[in-house]
Structure formats: structure tokens, C-alpha cells
């Protein structure tokens, strides 16, 4: 053996990577280091031994052919990321290879063997691998959202993915939009939110908006839209903000209903003032009061009543209040402030006073005024405020999980592509946007309701098959027992997608407001010209005062000592789909014996 034949050997065999030699025709193994036996999973029994014939599992695959093709043309060929399949611990294994086929001639300058130089890149391509599967995951995710989203790069502000519901807020066509400066693809805004999200890209501080009217040219018509909408930014593994995501709600058809609703409610309050207002003249001088028979019906008598015992009526709390508007008035000369008076029976009423002084000899003689009984706008505001409060804290833990979990998944997928805790977060996303998505699909209910598009589509099935649907999220837990009982063959003739509604949430309030009782029992029961379905829990029961209110829009019947989510629309949906199916709906409920909520739908 000559010297620089031992030399080479020497190489090939302290290599860290697989080298190995196929010489003639027969391209017999006549080199292989340790490297390459190990990634064979053979010894060095194969040294000596035809290529095909060391390795009968690349029969099927391109590595012989690609031998033969060096051997007979001479052109090196080099591979990438090949896969090869080989038989390794006694079981056939997928890897992954970057290597190169090279001629080597001999004296004769004739091609005499083919030499390999490989590198064992499987771990790196299950890496790339699970990074693509996630970054799918992830995009499927974001098409899949029931809320419009789309992910902005800090590079040329180009749209990396935007989801069908973005697209159809924007009103915009995919290949408008993706991979395209986003205000190249939406330029009416540019003006507007430009420097806004260059502010979001500069200081990493989300910006939120709610309810903002925007100009939008959507489907080639120009058309002003109210958006909720969030700029998001995104860091990488270094905390650098590579993208913004932004997440877009088209609440028009909300904003204009609501409007709508108010400008109803103005008109209705003002025809209640002008028909229900109690007027009064008070003589600052004789300290005497006279006053309409509404004055004194808002106060609580049925007849006249001195000044004193007009005062003693109001509220002790609300006492001081009303010494400071009368001090105010005598400098501004006008009365106005709103006070709590209580009545024998000590029901409490919320009255607004609004007076005008008259001066002589700048000094204060009368004040002519009304009264007014706001009770009822004092409840419907307190009422507005609190579902206002719910529903914003509803929405906003839900897209904050959203949040922090796309931020350690952008994590993850650049530094642990592999790591176990991605599926962890993916399900978080998930069940945040499932919840976002019933909390949005409660309110386009209400809008739908409101502005009279609530439509029912008719099919005849059996009621009991629409029910064992509704269960089975419930019973594979096996945390709960559903007991179905009754007439479960008989059919209905109703809007399937409404009532499934309706059951599943008499079926999960069950299982909410009584969170001890595993067991749930549901009744069908014919009753001649209407089936009747009851749906039963063992909790601790409903308090009788809450009861005649629990289908109203915005209730929430919380009971003591728990918290519950939910924007209180639930009962009051159902109980409008069942009304508009010629229907019936109820509870009975007494406190520790749990509650039976029923409904009826007639028999066709």
C-alpha cells in the first residue's frame, strides 16, 4: 500500500462524517469508516461486498442509480437533503442526507470508483420539518379564527397571511392583499393608521380601538365601517419586533343598531317626560311648596304635602348633594341634581330636579322647576354599564391568552421547534378563540333579534337525536350522567341549528350553575298538541326574587359564592327562538333542590 494510501485511509477513518468508497461495476464497498457503518446500522462486514447487495433496502431507492450515473458519466453529483430509508437496530428507519457522489479516476485517468463524502442532516430536517408543521398549525389557526386577523412584517410592511374573515372586513380578494405592502393593498387608510402602526413597530406598545369609523373602499365601493381592532406587535427570540398582528371585528351592523336602539330610547324618554313630568313653584320667602298631582305622586302622596315633609323623603346619602346644588344655584341661578327619595312603604325612587331661580332686588324669591322619575333610566344604565363591564372583560381575557400564547409559539417554533409545550399552547389559542367566537356569536344573535333577521329554517327530525348530540361533549368527560327518558322517537317539525342552541344551553347551564351535581336528567314528554322537553340538575337551586328575570336581555343570575362568565344573552336567545317557534319556556327552581328548565314546541 503506498504512503499516501495509508494517509488517506488514515483520514477517512478519523472522519467525523460517513466516507466510503464503491469501486467497478459491481461497486464493491472498498472503503467505510466507522462513520458511515454507524449511519448504516452495519459492521464491517460489508467492506468487500456490492453496494446493493450490503444494503438491500436501498433497492427502491435513487442511491444505486446514482452511483452507476457517476461511474459512467463523471459528474459529480450533490445532493441536498435526500432521504434514505435504511434497516438500522432492527428496524427499518427514516434519515436524512447532504452528500456528494464524486468520481475517482486511475492512472490510466479511467473512472475506477466513486468516493462519498455524507452528512448526517436528519435531526435538522425533523427540525425543519416541525417548524413547517407548525408554522401550518399556526396559519390554520389564524384562518380559522372567527375574528378577522392578519400578521403585518416589519420588512417592507409586506402581509404575510390574512384570514377570510380580515379579508372580508377589508373587503379585499387574497392575492390583493397577501404579499403585499399593506398600504399598496388598502391605500385609503394609509393616512389615517400609517403612522399608527409605525408608532406599534417603533415603541412595542399595543394600540386598541374601539368602535373606530373607517373609510374602507371594500369590493370597489367606498363606505365608512366601524372596526374594534388591535395592533399587536410580535417578538422574536430575542425580543425584537418582527411583525404586527392585527386583529379586526366589523361591529357596524352593532354600532348602527345600537344607535339606532338610543335614538329609539331618546325619543321614548322625552314623550315620557313631556307626559310625566311634575311641576312645583317654591316661595324661598314663605318656604311654601305648590306642586302638580305628578309632583306629588313622585314624592309618594296623594295629596298636599308642606315642604318639610317633601325634605324628609329623600334619601339620607343624597342629603348633602342636594345642599350643594341649591348653594350652586344661587350663583348660576338654575337648580338641577338628582336625588333618591324613599316612599312609606320604603321603596326608593330616583327623581331629577331641574328649577330656575327668580331674583328681586338680587335676591333670590321662587324657584319655578319639574321634577322627574328616572328609575327606570337609572336601572337601564346601571344595567348598560355592567353588561358594558362584563362583556369587555369577557372579550379581553380570552384575546390576552391569545396574545401571550402566539408570543411564546413564535418563541418556540424559531428556538424549540421539537419542544412538547407547543400543542400545550396551540390549545390554548384554541380554546380562547372558541370563546371569542361564542361571545361574538351571542351579540350577532341580540343584532339579529333586534333588527328583526332572526330566521328560522324548517326541518322535521327527531328531538331526542338533535339531544344525544348535545350530550356527547358532556358525557365523554365522564365526569357528568345524562339520563334521556321519555317520548324519543318523537319528531318536530323546527329550525335544527336554533334549537340545538337552545338545548346545549340549558345543558351547559346545568352544568355551570350546578358544578356538584354529576347528574342530569332530560325528559321529552308528549302532551297532545306540544312535546314538552325538561332538562333537570340537582344544584343548589335558583333564589325565588331571581327567577320571573332570568330570561331577560343582559341577566345574570350569579349565585352566592361563585363567579360565572357570559354576557347574560344566553336564556334570553332561547327564550326568542322557542316564542318564534309558537313555543313556550320556563324554570322551576327552589334554593338547595336544584332547578328544571323546560320547553315546549308544537306538535305538526
Not at 324548517?458 to 328531538?463: E, I, V
Amino acid at each position: 500500500m503506498h504512503l499516501t494510501d495509508k494517509i488517506f485511509r488514515k483520514i477517512v477513518e478519523l472522519s467525523p462524517f460517513p466516507v466510503y468508497v464503491c469501486t467497478g461495476k459491481e461497486m464493491i464497498i472498498t472503503v467505510a469508516n466507522e462513520a458511515t457503518l454507524k449511519a448504516w446500522g452495519r459492521d464491517n462486514s460489508v467492506i468487500g461486498k456490492p453496494f446493493p447487495l450490503a444494503l438491500p433496502e436501498l433497492h427502491n431507492q435513487p442511491f444505486t442509480d446514482l452511483i452507476r450515473q457517476v461511474l459512467a458519466t463523471g459528474e459529480t453529483y450533490y445532493s441536498k437533503n435526500d432521504r434514505a430509508d435504511l434497516f438500522v437496530d432492527g428496524r427499518l428507519q427514516t434519515f436524512y442526507f447532504k452528500f456528494t457522489y464524486q468520481p475517482l479516476h486511475n492512472e490510466e485517468n479511467e473512472i475506477e470508483s466513486v468516493l462519498c463524502f455524507a452528512t448526517d442532516v436528519t435531526e435538522l430536517e425533523r427540525s425543519r420539518q416541525e417548524v413547517e408543521k407548525n408554522r401550518e398549525i399556526l396559519y390554520n389557526m389564524i384562518h380559522q379564527a372567527p375574528v378577522g386577523i392578519c400578521i403585518i412584517a416589519r420588512e417592507e410592511l409586506i402581509v404575510q397571511v390574512a384570514n377570510e374573515s380580515y379579508l372580508e372586513v377589508v373587503g379585499r380578494k387574497r392575492e390583493d392583499l397577501e404579499n403585499k405592502p399593506i398600504w399598496l393593498a388598502v391605500p385609503e387608510v394609509k393616512d389615517l393608521y400609517g403612522p399608527v402602526l409605525s408608532e406599534v413597530f417603533n415603541t412595542g406598545v399595543s394600540f386598541r380601538a374601539s368602535e373606530h369609523e373607517v373609510p374602507l373602499v371594500r369590493n370597489g365601493r367606498s363606505e365608512n365601517v366601524y372596526l374594534d381592532f388591535v395592533y399587536e406587535p410580535i417578538t422574536d427570540i430575542n425580543g425584537e419586533i418582527t411583525s404586527v398582528m392585527v386583529i379586526a371585528i366589523d361591529v357596524t351592523e352593532k354600532v348602527l343598531s345600537r344607535r339606532k336602539i338610543e335614538e329609539a330610547e331618546e325619543r321614548a324618554r322625552l314623550a315620557i317626560e313631556a307626559a310625566e313630568i311634575g311641576t312645583f313653584a317654591f316661595n324661598i320667602i314663605t318656604n311654601e311648596v305648590k306642586g302638580s298631582d305628578r309632583f306629588r305622586a313622585i314624592f309618594g302622596y296623594t295629596e298636599h304635602a308642606e315642604r318639610e315633609q317633601l325634605v324628609a323623603r329623600f334619601h339620607p346619602d343624597d342629603l348633602e348633594g342636594r345642599r350643594l346644588a341649591h348653594e350652586a344655584s344661587l350663583i348660576t341661578g338654575k337648580l338641577l341634581y338628582e336625588a333618591r327619595v324613599i316612599w312609606e312603604d320604603q321603596s326608593v325612587r330616583w327623581v331629577r330636579i331641574n328649577g330656575k331661580l327668580d331674583f328681586r332686588n338680587n335676591k333670590p324669591v321662587r324657584i319655578l322647576g319639574t321634577v322627574l322619575d328616572i328609575t327606570e333610566f337609572k336601572q337601564l344604565q346601571q344595567q348598560k354599564d355592567d353588561f358594558i363591564s362584563v362583556a369587555s372583560h369577557e372579550l379581553k381575557t380570552p384575546m390576552t391568552t391569545v396574545k401571550a400564547s402566539m408570543q411564546v409559539l413564535e418563541r418556540l417554533v424559531s428556538s424549540e421547534p421539537g419542544s412538547d409545550r407547543v400543542p400545550q399552547f396551540v390549545g390554548k389559542v384554541n380554546t380562547s378563540l372558541n370563546k371569542m367566537q361564542h361571545l361574538v356569536e351571542s351579540l350577532l344573535n341580540v343584532s339579529r333579534i333586534t333588527a328583526g333577521q332572526f330566521h328560522l329554517n324548517y326541518t322535521r327530525f327527531r328531538l331526542a337525536d338533535l339531544i344525544s348530540d348535545c350530550c356527547d361533549y358532556i358525557t365523554m368527560t365522564g365526569d357528568y350522567t345524562v339520563q334521556l327518558s321519555g317520548e324519543l322517537d318523537a319528531e318536530v317539525f323546527a329550525d335544527r341549528y336554533k334549537l340545538d342552541q337552545v338545548v346545549n344551553n340549558l345543558i351547559n347551564n346545568a352544568v355551570k350553575y350546578a358544578p356538584q351535581s354529576k347528574l342530569i336528567r332530560i325528559h321529552l314528554e308528549n302532551c297532545g298538541d306540544f312535546l314538552r322537553l325538561e332538562v333537570q340538575d340537582f344544584g343548589p337551586g335558583i333564589p325565588e326574587t331571581k327567577v320571573p328575570h332570568l330570561f331577560d336581555q343582559y341577566y345574570r343570575a350569579d349565585s352566592s359564592g361563585y363567579q360565572y362568565s357570559g354576557l347574560g344573552l344566553g336564556l334570553y336567545i332561547c327564550a326568542d327562538i322557542i316564542k318564534r317557534h309558537k313555543g313556550e319556556i320556563g324554570v322551576e327552581s327552589k334554593e338547595g333542590m336544584g332547578s328544571k328548565f323546560w320547553f315546549t314546541l308544537p306538535v305538526l
